[in-house]
């Protein structure tokens, strides 16, 4: 072959490296359309109970609460970790938005011994920089605006000389010069995660790190962090439409249940939210009976055992969170949300559907995947090829999985048909569906696509970790994760229609339109 | 068990009762000191080789792995729009598109889907400017159906006229929307300044889609020049061996016709120095920065590249480890992401620079950050320990590429593909590990000039500050897309 070299645009793969950073999964809007690949996976084949539930998985809980999940598996010697705490963007109150995200972030700030240069004089700045802002926060509350301009500055002053103490970044280094590769963590509406993978010989050093920022860590240079928590929020909603639309939607479909509340947090929140908001926090919810962890990889189970029970097996179990009490009333009537935007139009419909435990769950998934799974989904065929009023349709069940939630359609319409084209198709699909339900065939192509998708999940230590650790988090065995082929096995054409007709109506939806508004 | 106290109790206690940290499990070490205490050997490891055949003349590398019932094929052909004069541009892009989904000869679109579906096949097809790629997994048991439909997909694609008008209106949307994201505007305006009417500068245009650049006779010109076997690689990984593979390729293989002709050279671009601020009006919370400047390094096995894929790490593409990070983000708190580039093609000029996106009242701020830090590498080169940890990283991380048998398989199809030699990513291992300090700094004094960079900014022109962005340079207002 001739050596003619790739003509590629590697400017913009260069904002690829915000990878690395600290990406937080909430408030990211609607799923970017991004060319869909095929891919409409296997016959049913036979599958029971799924190969992913005999998987050798080891389970350990510990007197205090912390449960491990541990995974051998052959392959290179490297190692993947996934801590998970129970606790996210639902636990928040109003007012203190984005806190579980802003302490996501301050983790990686270090602790008592890791990340400093002298402890005692660091901390001794953090009374003065925490009464500073109080300060601020009175100073703002009255619009007094060169004092807000002045305590801003002294708290930048003041956070520049504690730094003269700090040696930053301290936690990052040490993991990345071992070979750590994927250092990260998100937020989501229920969940905080941490994840990194290591060589497989290095896997003591995420022990003593993970289970010392657990029990000691110290949130340094606060203020600053959180002005990047702010340009965050600004990447991801205030500059971009489909963020701010996303945003603008849960909040009218939610007016009561905290899934109404963006996970990154409201401008204003995070603008009041000090350390000390961080440390009761922490304190309060970051607790082992809380804290769920898988590991997969090349390692040895009874090893992974030992190192859990010693480096975790100390710290304080703590108390449960409390239980989210907030219930959204039922919805009575359509309700509907216009967004202004210097920019192209798009559309978001939400119904309201059941918690992901629910029995009628998988219905509601199944119903997903029949509207736009797929280049021969219902929404699909009918929008973007037969149609052609939208470039692109997708949907999901979400903004989380234990409460209620919305069965939520993006749909991206093609000039020059507007947003209510697009709308008025898609109900009349889904009335159909309600009507008639899906043809065999079709819950057969679901079926299959859930039974491949169940071998194709197992490719990936750090997958599998995600899925071990999400199905213990949240559902309380992971071997859940695995079980939805069995339970669209028994699923019939009728379970579909009447969730359909049940969920897909009128009345329980929020429509959500971004239209141009010339600036 | 130990109590957990709050911070600054905390902190107090270690002063009087140093104690309590003999109750920590594992000794008396703090978890610095136990970090500072740990080491460890060397990441040992096979590193899997696929095995190398010939089909007709096309090479096929294979990995067997037999960990999952699932058999992975990759093919990628040399040849795509950068190739072509901009009349071809839209057929090329298309050309990935269209073999996916136009059907095949004898066989209509939703028949391909339908038996894509029965069969559990999973399929992708990708471009870059110069090559067209495209995969296939499927369960064990359907490999050989599989690879025959996808073989005609490849080989005998019927460029359906219905999906060529689908493909062709979302180009003409994705057009339309393109001003929406300023990242987006940011990155096609500062390919358009730098590298002008050459293919990396080219932005699909509504003019690029009329019908008659997408006719039957334009994709299956297209086509003819790019699917044919002088252009191709094959690879294969999974649950198969090579007895099993071999007549299964062979008949896929034999689909593909010789080249009639060789493909032509790619235009070499002639970069253009535009020192200066450039600013694209956009009224938004957020401004989006690029800056850069040509630079002439390319990949190769040089001590010098090395050092300068060493620089670049600290400099700014190292995540939280890196100088530009570590001042912009972490330091000012000005932007969630702010990292270099440093691009190192290997016939033409590449770009050295950096990119950041902060609200529009800290956009010249940010930039001047970025600029004393550019400017600082001369008074603080980069230190032992730097450069230590960088090459660590890369060394300890390097059983990372061997993780995945396609991976493995896939990079091999690019070293061969960019006429690298086969066991290129052992001398880079060996290269960056040659790497000093003094390297580094000589490669930045050699390439980096700060004051020689085009500074784009797209953003809120009244919140960023005209005055301010003088500051910079002579600022040339370009027009809103």
């Known amino acids: 072959m001739a050596s003619r070299l790739t003509v590629s645009r590697l400017v913009v793969s260069s904002l690829g490296v915000a990878a690395l950073m600290l990406a937080s999964g909430c408030g990211s809007g609607p799923r970017a359309p991004a060319a869909r690949t095929s891919g409409v996976p296997a016959p049913a084949a036979t599958l029971a109970p799924s190969p992913g539930e005999r998987l050798p998985v080891r389970e350990v809980t510990l007197d205090n609460g912390m449960r491990f999940l541990i995974l051998p598996r052959d392959g290179a010697p490297t190692v993947s970790f996934v801590l998970q705490f129970g606790i996210g963007g639902v636990h928040e109150r109003e007012g203190q938005t984005g806190i579980a995200h802003l302490l996501e972030h301050m983790l990686f700030k270090g602790t008592t011994t890791i990340g400093t240069r002298d402890l005692d004089a660091e901390l001794a700045y953090f009374d003065r920089i925490d009464s500073v802002h109080d300060t601020l926060l009175v100073a703002r509350a009255s619009d007094d605006t060169t004092a807000i301009e002045r305590l801003s500055k002294r708290i930048v002053e003041l956070e520049d000389s504690a730094r003269a103490f700090v040696d930053s970044n301290a936690f990052d280094r040490i993991l990345t010069r071992e070979g750590a590769q994927g250092l990260n963590a998100t937020t989501t509406s229920e969940a905080t995660i941490y994840f990194v993978e290591l060589p497989a010989n290095r896997a003591e050093l995420w022990f003593v790190l993970e289970a010392d920022r657990m029990r000691d860590p110290v949130f340094r240079e606060f203020y600053s962090e959180r002005s990047v928590v702010l340009e965050e929020r600004r990447m991801r909603v205030d500059a971009s439409p489909g963020g701010t639309l996303y945003e603008r939607h849960l909040a009218e479909a939610f007016r009561v249940h905290p899934y109404g509340q963006p996970v990154v947090g409201h401008m204003r929140d995070l603008e009041r939210i000090s350390r000390r908001d961080l440390e009761h926090y922490f304190s309060r919810y970051y607790t082992p009976d809380n804290t769920v962890a898988a590991i997969v990889g090349d390692i040895d189970p009874d090893h992974m055992e030992r190192l859990a029970r010693r480096y975790f097996g100390d710290i304080e179990a703590g108390e449960p969170p409390p239980a989210v009490t907030a219930v959204e009333p039922p919805q009575r009537e359509e309700r509907r949300v216009e967004v202004g935007w210097d920019a192209q139009p798009l559309l978001r419909i939400g119904w309201r559907v059941p918690s992901q435990q629910d029995d009628e769950a998988v219905a509601v998934t199944v119903l997903s995947s029949l509207l736009t799974g797929g280049r021969s989904s219902r929404l699909h065929r009918r929008l973007v090829t037969e149609e052609r009023v939208a470039t692109g349709v997708f949907s999901s069940v979400g903004p989380g999985s234990r409460f209620p939630g919305l069965l939520q359609i993006d749909a991206t319409p093609r000039a020059p048909h507007p947003p209510e084209t697009v709308e008025a198709l898609i109900y009349e699909e889904v009335e159909r569906l309600a009507r008639e339900g899906p043809s065999e065939r079709e819950l057969e192509r679901v079926r299959n696509q859930v039974a491949a998708g169940a071998v194709r999940r197992m490719t990936s230590n750090l997958g599998l970790a995600f899925q071990l650790a999400e199905s213990t988090s949240l559902e309380g065995d992971w071997r859940e994760t695995f079980r939805g082929a069995e339970r669209l096995r028994e699923l019939t054409r009728e379970d579909v229609r009447k969730a359909a007709a049940r969920y897909l109506t009128e009345q329980n939806r929020t429509v959500a339109v971004l239209r141009r508004e010339e600036p | ?481």
């Open chain 2, 1 to 481: 068990m130990k109590k957990r106290l709050p911070l600054r109790a905390w902190a107090l206690a270690t002063a009087v009762a140093g104690a309590i940290l003999t109750t920590v499990p594992g000794a008396a070490q703090t978890p610095r000191e136990r970090v500072d205490a740990m080491s460890f050997g060397p990441v040992r490891f096979e590193q899997p080789t696929p095995e190398r055949y010939e089909v007709e003349g096309v090479t096929v590398l294979l990995l067997e792995d037999r960990d999952l019932p699932l058999v992975t094929t990759m093919v990628g052909f040399e040849g795509g729009y950068g190739l072509f004069p901009r009349s071809r541009y839209a057929a090329a892009t298309a050309l990935p598109a269209l073999m996916r989904y136009g059907g095949v000869e004898g066989m209509a679109p939703d028949s391909v889907d339908a038996e894509l579906e029965t069969y559990a096949i999973q399929l992708s097809f990708g471009s870059g400017g110069g090559a067209v790629s495209s995969s296939m997994n499927v369960l064990t048991e359907h490999f050989g159906r599989a690879m025959a439909l996808w073989g005609r997909m490849i080989a005998e694609p019927a460029f359906d006229p219905s999906e060529v008008e689908i493909w062709r209106g979302r180009q003409m949307e994705s057009v339309l929307r393109r001003p929406d994201d300023p990242g987006t505007v940011a990155f096609s305006e500062f390919n358009a300044l730098l590298y002008g009417d050459h293919p990396i500068g080219w932005e699909m245009a509504e003019a690029d889609l009329d019908p008659g650049a997408l006719t039957r006779e334009r994709l299956d010109e297209i086509h003819r020049r790019i699917v044919c076997r002088d252009n191709l690689l094959v690879g294969v990984t999974g649950d198969v061996s090579w007895a099993e593979a071999r007549p299964v390729v062979e008949r896929f293989v034999r689909r593909i016709p010789e080249c009639a002709e060789p493909l032509p050279e790619p235009p070499v671009p002639d970069v253009r120095a535009r020192p200066g601020v450039y600013l694209i009006h956009k009224e938004l919370d957020q401004a989006v920065v690029v800056l850069a400047h040509p630079t002439d390094l390319p990949l190769a096995d040089d001590p010098e590249y090395f050092a300068a894929t060493i620089g670049n790490t600290i400099l700014g593409a190292g995540g939280f480890s890196s100088r530009i990070m570590d001042k912009v983000r972490t330091e000012r708190g000005y932007a969630y992401s702010a990292s270099s580039l440093w691009t190192t093609p290997r016939r033409y000029p590449g770009l050295l620079g950096a990119v950041t996106r902060t609200q529009p009242e800290t956009a010249v701020p940010a930039i001047e950050v970025i600029m004393e830090t550019m400017r600082g590498l001369g008074d603080e080169p980069p230190t032992d320990e730097e450069v230590k940890t960088t090459v660590d990283r890369i060394v300890n991380g390097f059983v990372f590429n061997f993780e995945n048998p396609s991976q493995i398989v896939s990079r091999t199809m690019f070293y061969l593909a960019q006429d690298l030699p086969e066991d290129w990513l052992e001398r880079y291992l060996n290269g960056v590990q040659a790497v000093d300090a003094d390297a580094v700094a000589g490669v930045f004094d050699a390439h980096l000039r700060p004051d020689d960079m085009t500074i784009l900014v797209v953003g809120d022109t009244a919140r960023i500050g005209r005055d301010a962005l003088e500051r910079l340079g002579a600022v040339t207002v370009l027009p809103t897309p």
